[in-house]
Protein backbone atom coordinates (compact mmCIF):
# COMPACT_ATOMS: atom_id res chain seq x y z
CA UNK A 1 0.00 0.00 0.00
CA UNK A 2 2.99 2.39 1.10
CA UNK A 3 4.79 1.76 -1.63
CA UNK A 4 1.92 2.70 -4.20
CA UNK A 5 1.05 5.25 -2.61
CA UNK A 6 4.59 6.43 -3.26
CA UNK A 7 4.17 5.34 -6.69
CA UNK A 8 1.73 7.71 -7.08
CA UNK A 9 3.40 10.60 -5.53
CA UNK A 10 6.69 10.26 -7.77
CA UNK A 11 4.63 9.93 -10.64
CA UNK A 12 2.95 12.84 -10.17
CA UNK A 13 5.63 14.80 -9.18
CA UNK A 14 7.39 13.71 -12.69
CA UNK A 15 4.37 14.61 -14.56
CA UNK A 16 4.01 18.24 -12.94
CA UNK A 17 7.75 18.63 -13.89
CA UNK A 18 7.03 17.76 -16.92
CA UNK A 19 4.03 19.76 -17.58
CA UNK A 20 5.66 22.79 -16.25
CA UNK A 21 8.86 22.32 -18.50
CA UNK A 22 6.91 22.23 -21.26
CA UNK A 23 5.00 25.70 -20.30
CA UNK A 24 8.27 26.95 -19.83
CA UNK A 25 9.93 25.94 -22.98
CA UNK A 26 11.23 28.41 -25.52
CA UNK A 27 8.73 28.98 -28.32
CA UNK A 28 11.34 29.70 -30.71
CA UNK A 29 13.18 26.59 -30.28
CA UNK A 30 10.52 25.27 -32.52
CA UNK A 31 11.10 27.36 -35.07
CA UNK A 32 13.69 25.77 -37.79
CA UNK A 33 16.83 27.53 -39.04
CA UNK A 34 14.58 28.18 -42.35
CA UNK A 35 12.45 30.52 -40.47
CA UNK A 36 15.12 32.57 -38.84
CA UNK A 37 16.71 32.92 -42.10
CA UNK A 38 15.44 35.93 -43.15
CA UNK A 39 16.51 37.43 -39.84
CA UNK A 40 20.12 36.95 -40.27
CA UNK A 41 22.77 39.23 -42.05
CA UNK A 42 24.96 38.19 -44.17
CA UNK A 43 28.75 39.06 -43.39
CA UNK A 44 29.29 42.47 -44.91
CA UNK A 45 25.53 42.60 -47.10
CA UNK A 46 24.02 44.55 -44.22
CA UNK A 47 24.27 46.36 -40.86
CA UNK A 48 22.86 43.86 -38.18
CA UNK A 49 20.66 46.15 -37.33
CA UNK A 50 18.38 46.12 -40.50
CA UNK A 51 17.83 42.24 -39.98
CA UNK A 52 16.47 42.94 -36.43
CA UNK A 53 14.36 45.96 -37.64
CA UNK A 54 12.94 43.39 -40.73
CA UNK A 55 12.17 41.02 -37.63
CA UNK A 56 10.55 43.95 -35.51
CA UNK A 57 8.43 44.65 -38.68
CA UNK A 58 6.93 40.85 -39.28
CA UNK A 59 6.61 40.66 -35.46
CA UNK A 60 4.38 43.80 -35.37
CA UNK A 61 2.18 42.56 -38.00
CA UNK A 62 1.31 39.39 -36.55
CA UNK A 63 1.44 40.95 -32.59
CA UNK A 64 1.73 44.39 -32.04
CA UNK A 65 2.01 44.54 -28.36
CA UNK A 66 4.87 41.99 -28.21
CA UNK A 67 6.32 44.06 -30.87
CA UNK A 68 6.05 46.87 -28.63
CA UNK A 69 7.32 45.23 -25.68
CA UNK A 70 10.44 44.34 -27.59
CA UNK A 71 11.28 47.24 -28.49
CA UNK A 72 11.26 48.30 -24.64
CA UNK A 73 13.20 45.67 -23.62
CA UNK A 74 15.77 46.34 -26.31
CA UNK A 75 15.38 50.54 -24.75
CA UNK A 76 16.02 49.70 -21.16
CA UNK A 77 18.66 47.07 -21.85
CA UNK A 78 20.59 49.73 -23.79
CA UNK A 79 19.77 52.07 -21.39
CA UNK A 80 21.10 49.64 -18.30
CA UNK A 81 24.42 49.03 -20.83
CA UNK A 82 25.01 52.38 -21.17
CA UNK A 83 24.89 53.47 -17.40
CA UNK A 84 27.28 50.41 -16.15
CA UNK A 85 29.63 51.62 -19.22
CA UNK A 86 29.70 55.12 -18.26
CA UNK A 87 29.42 54.53 -14.19
CA UNK A 88 32.83 52.22 -14.89
CA UNK A 89 34.39 54.76 -16.99
CA UNK A 90 37.73 55.42 -15.26
CA UNK A 91 39.49 57.10 -18.54
CA UNK A 92 38.38 60.71 -17.57
CA UNK A 93 39.47 59.74 -13.75
CA UNK A 94 42.68 58.59 -14.52
CA UNK A 95 43.59 61.72 -17.20
CA UNK A 96 42.84 63.85 -14.61
CA UNK A 97 45.13 62.19 -11.58
CA UNK A 98 47.84 61.90 -14.11
CA UNK A 99 48.07 65.00 -15.26
CA UNK A 100 47.99 66.32 -11.56
CA UNK A 101 50.91 64.20 -10.96
CA UNK A 102 52.67 65.08 -14.20
CA UNK A 103 52.42 69.06 -13.62
CA UNK A 104 53.37 68.68 -9.46
CA UNK A 105 56.13 66.75 -10.24
CA UNK A 106 57.37 68.83 -13.55
CA UNK A 107 57.07 72.02 -10.71
CA UNK A 108 59.22 70.24 -8.27
CA UNK A 109 61.61 68.77 -10.59
CA UNK A 110 62.07 72.91 -12.26
CA UNK A 111 62.59 74.10 -8.15
CA UNK A 112 65.29 71.54 -7.58
CA UNK A 113 67.18 72.75 -10.84
CA UNK A 114 67.21 75.96 -9.94
CA UNK A 115 67.99 75.24 -6.51
CA UNK A 116 70.95 73.74 -8.15
CA UNK A 117 71.17 76.77 -10.49
CA UNK A 118 71.87 78.79 -7.14
CA UNK A 119 74.29 76.64 -5.21
CA UNK A 120 76.22 76.87 -8.38
CA UNK A 121 76.43 80.49 -8.35
CA UNK A 122 76.64 80.75 -4.83
CA UNK A 123 80.20 78.72 -5.46
CA UNK A 124 81.12 80.81 -8.59
CA UNK A 125 80.78 83.86 -6.10
CA UNK A 126 83.00 82.30 -2.96
CA UNK A 127 85.72 81.52 -5.45
CA UNK A 128 85.80 85.05 -7.13
CA UNK A 129 85.73 86.52 -3.15
CA UNK A 130 88.60 84.06 -2.05
CA UNK A 131 90.54 85.05 -5.20
CA UNK A 132 89.62 88.74 -4.41
CA UNK A 133 90.79 88.42 -0.88
CA UNK A 134 94.03 86.95 -1.81
CA UNK A 135 95.28 90.04 -4.32
CA UNK B 1 60.88 76.44 13.48
CA UNK B 2 60.30 76.95 10.07
CA UNK B 3 62.09 74.06 9.33
CA UNK B 4 60.44 71.68 11.89
CA UNK B 5 56.79 73.35 10.71
CA UNK B 6 57.98 72.15 6.85
CA UNK B 7 59.02 69.05 7.56
CA UNK B 8 55.77 68.25 9.47
CA UNK B 9 53.65 69.83 6.84
CA UNK B 10 55.37 67.59 4.13
CA UNK B 11 55.05 64.37 6.22
CA UNK B 12 51.41 64.82 6.64
CA UNK B 13 51.12 65.56 2.81
CA UNK B 14 52.98 62.62 2.11
CA UNK B 15 50.55 60.55 4.55
CA UNK B 16 47.51 62.40 2.65
CA UNK B 17 48.67 61.22 -0.75
CA UNK B 18 48.73 58.22 0.05
CA UNK B 19 45.97 57.24 2.54
CA UNK B 20 43.64 60.44 0.53
CA UNK B 21 43.07 58.19 -2.97
CA UNK B 22 42.60 54.63 -0.55
CA UNK B 23 39.66 56.37 0.85
CA UNK B 24 38.30 58.09 -2.11
CA UNK B 25 38.31 54.84 -4.45
CA UNK B 26 37.59 52.39 -1.87
CA UNK B 27 35.60 53.96 0.72
CA UNK B 28 33.15 56.63 -0.97
CA UNK B 29 30.20 55.91 -2.42
CA UNK B 30 29.54 56.82 -5.67
CA UNK B 31 27.57 59.97 -6.78
CA UNK B 32 23.96 59.37 -6.94
CA UNK B 33 23.53 61.54 -9.93
CA UNK B 34 23.27 59.72 -13.42
CA UNK B 35 25.70 62.30 -14.89
CA UNK B 36 28.47 62.01 -12.41
CA UNK B 37 28.74 58.75 -11.10
CA UNK B 38 32.58 57.21 -11.04
CA UNK B 39 33.14 60.49 -12.99
CA UNK B 40 33.02 62.51 -9.67
CA UNK B 41 35.99 61.13 -8.25
CA UNK B 42 37.98 63.78 -9.36
CA UNK B 43 36.22 65.83 -7.60
CA UNK B 44 38.05 65.03 -4.71
CA UNK B 45 41.27 66.72 -6.39
CA UNK B 46 39.82 69.41 -8.45
CA UNK B 47 37.69 71.30 -5.50
CA UNK B 48 41.19 71.14 -2.84
CA UNK B 49 43.86 72.54 -5.85
CA UNK B 50 40.62 75.40 -6.30
CA UNK B 51 41.13 76.57 -2.45
CA UNK B 52 44.43 76.29 -3.13
CA UNK B 53 44.76 78.90 -5.57
CA UNK B 54 42.56 80.98 -3.95
CA UNK B 55 44.50 80.42 -0.61
CA UNK B 56 47.80 81.73 -2.93
CA UNK B 57 46.07 84.87 -4.26
CA UNK B 58 45.29 85.65 -0.98
CA UNK B 59 48.77 84.97 0.48
CA UNK B 60 50.28 86.86 -2.85
CA UNK B 61 47.57 89.96 -2.82
CA UNK B 62 48.34 90.17 1.02
CA UNK B 63 52.15 90.21 0.82
CA UNK B 64 51.88 92.50 -1.95
CA UNK B 65 49.82 95.17 0.37
CA UNK B 66 52.62 94.79 2.82
CA UNK B 67 55.30 94.96 -0.10
CA UNK B 68 54.04 98.58 -1.04
CA UNK B 69 53.58 99.52 2.50
CA UNK B 70 56.95 98.94 3.83
CA UNK B 71 58.78 98.18 0.62
CA UNK B 72 60.82 95.11 2.04
CA UNK B 73 61.74 92.55 -0.29
CA UNK B 74 60.56 89.86 2.01
CA UNK B 75 57.30 90.51 1.50
CA UNK B 76 58.02 90.30 -2.41
CA UNK B 77 59.55 87.13 -1.84
CA UNK B 78 56.94 85.70 -0.22
CA UNK B 79 54.07 87.30 -3.07
CA UNK B 80 55.86 86.09 -5.84
CA UNK B 81 56.21 82.16 -4.35
CA UNK B 82 52.40 82.06 -3.57
CA UNK B 83 52.21 83.90 -7.41
CA UNK B 84 53.57 80.65 -8.64
CA UNK B 85 51.17 78.42 -6.40
CA UNK B 86 48.08 80.33 -8.30
CA UNK B 87 49.99 79.19 -11.59
CA UNK B 88 51.02 75.67 -10.53
CA UNK B 89 47.80 74.75 -8.93
CA UNK B 90 45.36 77.05 -11.04
CA UNK B 91 46.53 75.16 -13.91
CA UNK B 92 45.59 71.90 -12.56
CA UNK B 93 42.33 73.41 -11.46
CA UNK B 94 41.71 74.81 -15.47
CA UNK B 95 42.96 71.13 -16.46
CA UNK B 96 40.80 68.72 -14.29
CA UNK B 97 37.76 70.75 -14.28
CA UNK B 98 37.02 70.76 -18.00
CA UNK B 99 38.24 66.86 -18.03
CA UNK B 100 35.33 66.48 -16.04
CA UNK B 101 33.16 69.01 -17.55
CA UNK B 102 33.70 66.65 -20.99
CA UNK B 103 32.81 63.63 -18.69
CA UNK B 104 29.33 65.05 -17.07
CA UNK B 105 28.10 68.21 -19.74
CA UNK B 106 29.96 67.14 -22.73
CA UNK B 107 31.94 69.93 -23.01
CA UNK B 108 35.28 70.78 -21.94
CA UNK B 109 34.69 74.32 -21.38
CA UNK B 110 31.33 76.74 -21.22
CA UNK B 111 31.97 80.62 -20.86
CA UNK B 112 30.16 80.82 -17.15
CA UNK B 113 30.89 83.33 -15.09
CA UNK B 114 32.77 80.90 -12.11
CA UNK B 115 34.68 79.16 -15.08
CA UNK B 116 35.28 82.56 -16.87
CA UNK B 117 36.79 84.44 -13.45
CA UNK B 118 39.00 81.25 -12.78
CA UNK B 119 40.25 81.92 -15.83
CA UNK B 120 40.77 85.52 -15.40
CA UNK B 121 42.67 84.57 -11.84
CA UNK B 122 44.79 82.54 -13.68
CA UNK B 123 45.74 84.69 -15.99
CA UNK B 124 46.47 87.36 -13.72
CA UNK B 125 48.71 85.27 -11.94
CA UNK B 126 50.56 84.38 -15.31
CA UNK B 127 50.75 88.02 -16.35
CA UNK B 128 52.42 88.48 -12.74
CA UNK B 129 54.89 85.58 -13.68
CA UNK B 130 56.01 86.67 -16.84
CA UNK B 131 56.30 90.32 -15.13
CA UNK B 132 58.24 89.61 -13.06
CA UNK B 133 60.62 87.44 -14.98
CA UNK B 134 60.89 89.78 -17.74
CA UNK B 135 59.90 93.26 -16.44
CA UNK B 136 62.94 94.42 -15.36
CA UNK B 137 63.78 96.92 -12.55
CA UNK B 138 60.61 98.40 -10.76
CA UNK B 139 58.39 95.52 -12.38
CA UNK B 140 57.93 94.01 -8.40
CA UNK B 141 55.74 97.17 -7.70
CA UNK B 142 53.68 97.05 -10.62
CA UNK B 143 53.45 93.25 -10.07
CA UNK B 144 52.76 93.58 -6.43
CA UNK B 145 49.32 95.61 -8.35
CA UNK B 146 48.10 93.03 -10.33
CA UNK B 147 48.56 90.28 -7.53
CA UNK B 148 45.86 92.75 -5.22
CA UNK B 149 43.75 93.24 -8.61
CA UNK B 150 44.05 88.53 -8.32
CA UNK B 151 43.36 88.99 -5.04
CA UNK B 152 40.26 90.94 -5.88
CA UNK B 153 39.02 88.73 -8.17
CA UNK B 154 38.87 85.54 -5.07
CA UNK B 155 35.27 86.67 -4.13
CA UNK B 156 34.19 87.18 -7.64
CA UNK B 157 34.49 83.33 -8.35
CA UNK B 158 33.71 82.47 -5.00
CA UNK B 159 29.99 84.31 -5.44
CA UNK B 160 29.95 83.41 -9.41
CA UNK B 161 27.65 80.79 -8.91
CA UNK B 162 25.14 83.00 -6.80
CA UNK B 163 25.57 86.20 -8.73
CA UNK B 164 24.59 84.73 -12.37
CA UNK B 165 23.01 81.58 -13.50
CA UNK B 166 25.83 79.55 -14.00
CA UNK B 167 26.24 75.33 -15.32
CA UNK B 168 29.60 74.89 -12.71
CA UNK B 169 27.53 73.68 -9.26
CA UNK B 170 27.11 76.12 -6.60
CA UNK B 171 28.56 76.63 -3.25
CA UNK B 172 25.95 74.23 -1.66
CA UNK B 173 27.77 70.99 -3.01
CA UNK B 174 30.72 70.83 -0.21
CA UNK B 175 28.18 71.24 2.83
CA UNK B 176 25.32 68.75 1.81
CA UNK B 177 28.75 66.06 0.85
CA UNK B 178 27.02 62.60 2.00
CA UNK B 179 28.70 61.37 4.87
CA UNK B 180 30.71 58.63 2.92
CA UNK B 181 32.21 61.18 0.62
CA UNK B 182 33.54 63.96 3.42
CA UNK B 183 36.32 61.96 4.93
CA UNK B 184 38.10 61.32 2.10
CA UNK B 185 37.33 65.30 0.97
CA UNK B 186 38.92 66.96 3.96
CA UNK B 187 41.96 65.08 3.98
CA UNK B 188 42.30 65.57 0.29
CA UNK B 189 42.09 69.38 1.24
CA UNK B 190 44.21 69.55 4.05
CA UNK B 191 46.69 67.20 2.00
CA UNK B 192 46.47 69.62 -0.57
CA UNK B 193 46.79 72.33 2.03
CA UNK B 194 50.06 70.63 3.36
CA UNK B 195 51.61 70.77 0.11
CA UNK B 196 51.01 74.22 -0.89
CA UNK B 197 52.66 75.10 2.45
CA UNK B 198 55.61 72.93 1.73
CA UNK B 199 55.68 74.42 -1.86
CA UNK B 200 55.66 78.02 -1.10
CA UNK B 201 58.49 77.44 1.68
CA UNK B 202 60.80 75.98 -0.30
CA UNK B 203 59.83 78.61 -3.16
CA UNK B 204 60.35 81.53 -0.68
CA UNK B 205 63.75 80.11 0.03
CA UNK B 206 64.45 79.67 -3.65
CA UNK B 207 63.62 83.19 -4.31
CA UNK B 208 64.91 85.14 -1.17
CA UNK B 209 68.36 82.82 -1.97
CA UNK B 210 68.33 84.13 -5.66
CA UNK B 211 67.76 87.68 -4.12
CA UNK B 212 70.43 87.69 -1.90
CA UNK B 213 73.03 85.98 -4.39
CA UNK B 214 72.09 88.65 -6.83
CA UNK B 215 72.53 91.29 -4.00
CA UNK B 216 75.92 90.03 -3.35
CA UNK B 217 77.10 89.48 -6.85
CA UNK B 218 76.16 93.53 -7.23
CA UNK B 219 78.06 94.63 -4.59
CA UNK B 220 80.79 92.17 -5.37
CA UNK B 221 80.82 93.98 -9.17
CA UNK B 222 80.73 97.54 -7.46
CA UNK B 223 83.91 96.33 -5.20
CA UNK B 224 85.35 95.54 -8.19
Not at chain 2, 113 to 137: C, D, E, K, M
Amino acid sequence: MRTALNAVVVATAVTLAVLAGEARANPFQKLSDEDLAPYRTQTGAEAPYRAGERLLADLEARDAYVSAALVDAAIVRFHDREARRFANDRHAVLLAYGVIWVVVVGFVLLLWRRQRRLNHEIVELQAKIAAAERR
Amino acid sequence: MRSALVLVCALLAAAGYVVAPILIFEKAPLAPYYELLFNQKIFYYHVPCAWVVFAGAFVSGISSIGFLSTRSPRWDDVASAAADMVVLFGALMLITGPIWAKASWGAYWKWDARLTTSLLLWLIFVSYALLRRYGGPGSERLAAGLAIFGMADVPLIYFAVKLWKTQHPDTTVVPTLGPGMRPPFYLASFTFLFFFVVLLVARDALGRGQRLLHDAQDRFAELE
